[in-house]
């Protein structure tokens, strides 16, 4: 006599599981080099965001400061204090590992927030250059390709140069880090216009795209609610990579003195300030700042080239 009894079929997977079993995240469980990469971003942005829990001093406080605690070396303790400090003092006595967490929340919040305005940018200049076409398309794309020809370094520096110049002197400290902001951000719109420009030429032509046409939808909505939903992994993987670039460039131009002003130094002044002393022995103001800017940029980098082949559907 047979069992006529149904086989159990078991549960569908929920959604934490049917997320670990995409294909986006085995590919990132097989890459070890974007794990570690994934885990060092994590574990800076986490110490920038909380400083000031992390941080065991306040370096901008000048009523936390003793400049008798002026070029203390790493894990040694001063000889007048009595005070040890894990990476070392720099010359005003501040904790080089406090001011390391502060400055890199400028350099991150300068980074994030530039990206932000590039991508904003680019993204809707490329949709209209890609869809409309005609002198909108010639315009956009003249502009992009005149700003090519210059290095992003120096349309940051002068787009900074002008946007400080017409700021009140009373203002330019407080503007400078918003100043810093428009500059790159201005300076690195291209790359998202172009590869935009490209996606949306040839979704245009595709069905969906005819069919919204034929329903009656506006350009505008064909744009936002069709075309861009589509044009977004491109997008994402230059926004990874341009995140270290902007940081970089933040570091360069705080480096050459025309970045984030003293009062709010980022990653890109303490290596200005650590340089002054690398030739007089007190070479961890410089080293550990340094090293820092590189573990951030090179870990985005790393993950952004990771990125770029999970989300190309030729390498799957």
Same mark, same amino acid.
């Given at each position: ?8 079929? %078991? ?23 974007? $794990? ?9 942005? *986490? ?17 936390? *400061? ?15 204090? #009595?005070?040890?400090?894990? /990476?070392?003092?720099? =010359?005003?006595?501040? =904790? ?30 490329? /949709? ?12 956009? $794309? ?25 700021? @009140?002197?009373?203002?330019? =400290? ?23 420009? #490209? ?5 245009? &032509? ?22 861009? @939903? &589509? ?21 360069? /131009? ?7 002003? %003293? ?10 300030? #650590?340089?002054?002393? $690398?030739?007089? #022995? ?20 790393? *993950? ?13």
């Amino acid at each position: 006599m047979t069992d006529a009894r149904p086989a159990s079929v %078991p549960p569908p997977p929920g959604r934490l599981r049917r997320a670990w079993q995409s294909d986006f995240l085995w590919s990132f469980r097989r890459a070890p080099v974007a $794990m570690v990469s994934f885990l060092v971003v994590t574990v800076l942005v *986490l110490a920038a965001v909380f400083a000031p829990l992390v941080a065991p001093h306040d370096p901008f406080n000048p009523a936390t *400061l003793n400049l008798m605690n002026g070029f203390t070396p790493p894990g040694q303790p001063n000889a007048f204090t #009595g005070e040890s400090f894990w /990476l070392g003092t720099d =010359d005003q006595g501040r =904790d080089v590992f406090s001011t390391i967490l502060y400055g890199m929340r400028i350099s991150l919040f300068v980074g994030f927030s530039a990206v932000l305005l590039a991508m904003v940018l680019g993204v809707l200049l490329g /949709l209209l250059a890609g869809y409309l076409g005609g002198w909108t398309e010639t315009v956009i $794309m003249r502009v992009a390709d005149v700003q090519l020809t210059f290095p992003a370094i120096l349309v940051a520096m002068l787009i900074f140069g002008i946007a400080k110049g017409i700021t @009140p002197p009373e203002y330019r =400290d407080q503007m400078a880090i918003w100043v810093l902001i428009l500059a790159i951000g201005l300076s690195d719109w291209v790359q998202f216009a172009r590869v935009v420009r #490209g996606a949306t030429l040839v979704e245009k &032509n595709k069905e969906y795209v005819q069919a919204a046409r034929l329903v009656g939808r506006s350009p505008f909505a064909i744009m936002t609610r069709h075309i861009l @939903p &589509n044009v977004l992994n491109p997008v994402l993987v230059i926004a990874t990579i341009s995140l270290a670039l902007a940081i970089i460039a933040e570091a360069t /131009l705080s480096f050459l003195g025309v970045g984030a002003p %003293p009062t709010k130094p980022s990653l890109g002044t303490l290596i200005r300030i #650590g340089q002054e002393f $690398m030739f007089s #022995g007190e070479w961890w103001i410089l080293f550990f700042p340094a090293l820092t800017l590189l573990a951030l940029a090179l870990s985005i980098n790393l *993950l952004g080239d990771w990125l770029r082949d999970a989300l190309n559907p030729r390498l799957r």
